[in-house]
C-alpha cells in the first residue's frame, strides 16, 4: 500500500507571494489534516478534512486554507505569504470517521519564505 | 490546550530504561503518540482512548489515566533505534482534531 505523499517536498517563496502545496492520501482513507512544524512552536494543527469538509480548524489566520477533492487529495494554500511562515507542512490521512484513528504522516513540504 | 511533555530531552545508554510524560489540562478522548526521527515524517506508535487503558508494543507501553488526564510512554531496555524525538498528540473530541506537546528528545548511546 503506498504511503502519504506530498508535493512538492521543498519551496522557496518571497514575501507576499501565495503557494499551494498537495497531499494525496493512503487509498482508502478519507480524512486529511494538515500540521505546521517549526523548531518554536512544534507540530501545530492547522486543519482537517472528511469527506470534502473541513471538519475541524486550529487556531491560524486565514491566509491559511485548505480544500478537499471527491478521491480525497487535499490542497493546502497560504497567501500573501510571511516570514514566519516558513516551516515544514505536514499532511496525514486517516481513516476518518466518528472514532480517533491513527494517522498516517506525508514527508512534508519544506516551505521557505525569504 | 497544547498538552505538557517531560522531560524536554533524555539521554540513555543502550538498555537503560526511561518514561515521558504527557498531562493535558483539557478532558482528552484519546492520546496519541509518535516517534519523529530527525529527518523524517512523524510515525505512529499507539493511541490509548479513555477509560484508562495500557498498550504495549514490544518493549515500548503506555498508560493513559483518565482522572488526570495523563499519558505516560515507557521505553524498557533501550535500543539505538528508538532514538527520535517523541510526541504526545491528545485529541479532546474523537475527531482526530489532535494538539501535540512540544516533544522529548531521546537519545540512545551505545
Known amino acids: 500500500k503506498a504511503g502519504v505523499t506530498q508535493t512538492p517536498r521543498y519551496l522557496i517563496k518571497t514575501r507576499g507571494q501565495q503557494v499551494t502545496l498537495s497531499c494525496s492520501p493512503i487509498s482508502g482513507h478519507r480524512s486529511v489534516s494538515w500540521y505546521q512544524q517549526t523548531p518554536g512552536q512544534g507540530l501545530q494543527f492547522l486543519f482537517e478534512y472528511f469527506s470534502e469538509t473541513q471538519r475541524n480548524k486550529g487556531n491560524f489566520p486565514g491566509r491559511f486554507s485548505g480544500r478537499q477533492f471527491s478521491n480525497s487529495r487535499s490542497e493546502m494554500n497560504v497567501s500573501t505569504l510571511e516570514l514566519g511562515d516558513s516551516a515544514l507542512y505536514l499532511c496525514?490521512?486517516?481513516?476518518?470517521?466518528?472514532?480517533?484513528?491513527?494517522?498516517?504522516f506525508g514527508p512534508g513540504t519544506r516551505l521557505t519564505v525569504l | 490546550q497544547q498538552p505538557v511533555q517531560s522531560p524536554q530531552a533524555v539521554i540513555l545508554r543502550e538498555g537503560e530504561d526511561a518514561v515521558i510524560n504527557c498531562s493535558s489540562s483539557?478532558?482528552?478522548?484519546?492520546v496519541h503518540w509518535y516517534r519523529q526521527k530527525h529527518g523524517e515524517a512523524p510515525v505512529f506508535l499507539m493511541i490509548?482512548?479513555?477509560?484508562?487503558e495500557q498498550k504495549g508494543h514490544e518493549k515500548i507501553s503506555a498508560s493513559f489515566n483518565e482522572k488526570k488526564q495523563q499519558s505516560s510512554l515507557y521505553l524498557t531496555a533501550s535500543q539505538l533505534s528508538y532514538s527520535g524525538t517523541y510526541f504526545c498528540?491528545?485529541?479532546?473530541?474523537?475527531?482526530?482534531?489532535?494538539?501535540f506537546g512540544t516533544g522529548t528528545r531521546l537519545t540512545v548511546i551505545p
Open positions: 483539557k478532558a482528552l478522548y484519546s
Open positions: 498528540g491528545t485529541d479532546q473530541t474523537g475527531a482526530n482534531n489532535l494538539f
Open positions: 490509548l482512548l479513555k477509560g484508562g
Open positions: 496525514a490521512s486517516s481513516l476518518g470517521g466518528q472514532l480517533s484513528n491513527e494517522q498516517f
